[in-house]
Structure formats: structure tokens, C-alpha cells
């Protein structure tokens, strides 16, 4: 069965830090791949999704990026962290062949200070 | 892009009431709609989902029905317990040969009253 892993589930940043938030899935190939982020409160916006190895589209401008070195890694990174990048952050993946939404991890929540 | 609407915001419901959450969604290609239900601190969980050749599915106590004239989706829970309480989204997307993104609603708190 797939399973997907997302860590930290929480962490607590100084404004100015860096940071890097790790996704990875088991279990399937070829997954595409995709980080959310949910404000307190709020629904859940889209910020980067990934159909391959190194294939990043960003659907957002912002303070974060995003990369794919593995088939089943996705990483969520920015150099300096923002007090705005508070939130939760949700990464989720889909299966290629046949689409039935996506399955979510359990979430990082971020606090930046 | 698709857009998709989703009311009310807020929702409370007397236990063993029936719940009904309503989206609507402006792309009359969609053809997959999910909904989500999302506890606290925990990420969202597919509970039911509906493709565009169907009108309605039922699983169990929830179902959801498709209007595809009208462009759109109810969930439908009854006999509401208390572990229903969560926010819940639907979601819409259209076919793109394996590049499919889900848009989403604002989400519905649900509130299931003892």
C-alpha cells in the first residue's frame, strides 16, 4: 500500500532562518506531487506541484521553493523565512495512471517568530 | 481557471440531524469531484469522491450528488455524529492525461451538537 511522510510535524523558526520541509511517498512510481499550504482558519492554497524528477511549477510568487531530487522526495525550502510564511503545510501526492485525488500527509506547522 | 464555491462556511447540525454541504463550480469540463474532510491538526481525507458520467454515490451515512446542468456537488451526511465534526472541502479537476490539480473550496466547519 502507498504511504506518504512529512516532517517535522512542527516547527518553530526565527524570522530570517532557513528552512526545509521534507515529503516522501512509498509505495508507487512517478507520483505527482504537490505542496499546499493552509493558513489558520483558511483554505488550502497550492503553491508547487511536480509531475517528475526535477519538474517544479510554481503557482504562486513567493519566498519558498520547491525540488524534486528523487522520484518520491519532494522538498519545500526558502533561505529566509518570513513572519507571512506561518501556516500549515500540507504535502500530498496522485497517482499518474488514472486520476483519483490526491492523498495527503499529515502536515508541518510552521510558526515563524 | 476553474473556481470553485463552496457554502455555508459554517455549519451546525443537532446530532442525528442530516448535514448538507453545497459547491459549485464554474469549468463545464470537470469531470472528478472529491470531497475531504480535514480534523484538527491533521491533513485533509479523502471520504467520498463522484466522476461526471454518475449522479449520485452513497457510503453509508454520506453521499454526494452531481447537478452537471447546474455545475454543482452536495455532500450529504446523515445521521450526524460527533466524530463528524471537522472541516470539510470539495474539490473539482479535469482530465489532463496525468497532470490532473484538484481546485478547491474554502471549506465547511462542521459542527456536530451533542
Known amino acids: 500500500s502507498q504511504t506518504i511522510h512529512q516532517w517535522p510535524a512542527t516547527l518553530v523558526q526565527p524570522v530570517g532562518s532557513p528552512l526545509s520541509l521534507e515529503c516522501t511517498v512509498e509505495?508507487?512510481?512517478?507520483?505527482?506531487l504537490y505542496w499546499y499550504r493552509q493558513a489558520a482558519g483558511r483554505g488550502l492554497q497550492l503553491l508547487f506541484y511536480?509531475?517528475?524528477?526535477?519538474?517544479i511549477s510554481s503557482e504562486v510568487p513567493q519566498n519558498l521553493s520547491a525540488s524534486r531530487p528523487q522520484d518520491r522526495q519532494f522538498i519545500l525550502s526558502s533561505k529566509k523565512l518570513l513572519l507571512s510564511d506561518s501556516g500549515f503545510y500540507l504535502c500530498?501526492?496522485?497517482?499518474?495512471?488514472?486520476?483519483?485525488?490526491?492523498?495527503f500527509g499529515s502536515g508541518t506547522r510552521l510558526t515563524v517568530v | 481557471g476553474e473556481n470553485v464555491e463552496q457554502h455555508p462556511s459554517t455549519l451546525s447540525v443537532q446530532e442525528g440531524d442530516s448535514a448538507v454541504i453545497k459547491c459549485t463550480y464554474s469549468d463545464s469540463a470537470s469531470n472528478y469531484f472529491p470531497w475531504y474532510k480535514q480534523e484538527l491538526g491533521k491533513g485533509p481525507q479523502l471520504i467520498i469522491d463522484?466522476?461526471?458520467?454518475?449522479g449520485e454515490k452513497k457510503d453509508q451515512r454520506i453521499a454526494v450528488t452531481l447537478n452537471k446542468t447546474a455545475k454543482h456537488f452536495s455532500l450529504h451526511i446523515t445521521e450526524t455524529q460527533p466524530e463528524d465534526s471537522a472541516v470539510y472541502f470539495c474539490a473539482a479537476s479535469i482530465s489532463n492525461f496525468g497532470n490532473e490539480k484538484l481546485t478547491f473550496g474554502t471549506g465547511t466547519r462542521l459542527t456536530i451538537i451533542p
Open positions: 511536480s509531475v517528475g524528477i526535477g519538474q
Open positions: 463522484i466522476r461526471s458520467n454518475v
Open positions: 509505495g508507487t512510481s512517478n507520483p505527482n
Open positions: 500530498a501526492w496522485a497517482a499518474t495512471g488514472g486520476f483519483y485525488g490526491y492523498t
